[in-house]
């Protein structure tokens, strides 16, 4: 659910993602955060994802914090592009 939010989010914006991927913070050693992996043109940009906001997207509920962390990594792969 978390990816095509984040899909939703990249089109409004104008952004076509080539690839959403979300690393589990298990794999890293960090049990309470994930990585939300976003790439365009061999580009990538990352935002850090709490579970807590992991859970809540399972939920149903899509957070104003967590959008914007996902509006502003997207923000930086549109930047790096000019």
Same mark, same amino acid.
């Given at each position: 659910m978390l990816k095509k939010h984040t899909y939703d989010i990249a089109?409004? =914006?104008g952004i076509q993602l #080539?690839? &959403?991927t979300i690393i589990e913070g298990? +794999? &890293?050693g960090c049990l309470d955060t994930h @990585? @939300?992996?976003m790439k365009t043109n061999g580009r %990538?940009? #990352?935002a850090l994802v709490n579970q807590a906001e992991l859970d809540e997207v399972e939920k149903g509920v899509f957070g104003t914090r967590l959008? =914007?962390?996902i509006y502003k990594a997207l %923000? +930086?792969?549109e930047l790096c592009r000019e």
């Amino acid at each position: 659910m978390l990816k095509k939010h984040t899909y939703d989010i990249a089109d409004r =914006m104008g952004i076509q993602l #080539s690839e &959403v991927t979300i690393i589990e913070g298990r +794999n &890293v050693g960090c049990l309470d955060t994930h @990585l @939300l992996n976003m790439k365009t043109n061999g580009r %990538l940009a #990352s935002a850090l994802v709490n579970q807590a906001e992991l859970d809540e997207v399972e939920k149903g509920v899509f957070g104003t914090r967590l959008e =914007m962390k996902i509006y502003k990594a997207l %923000l +930086n792969l549109e930047l790096c592009r000019e």
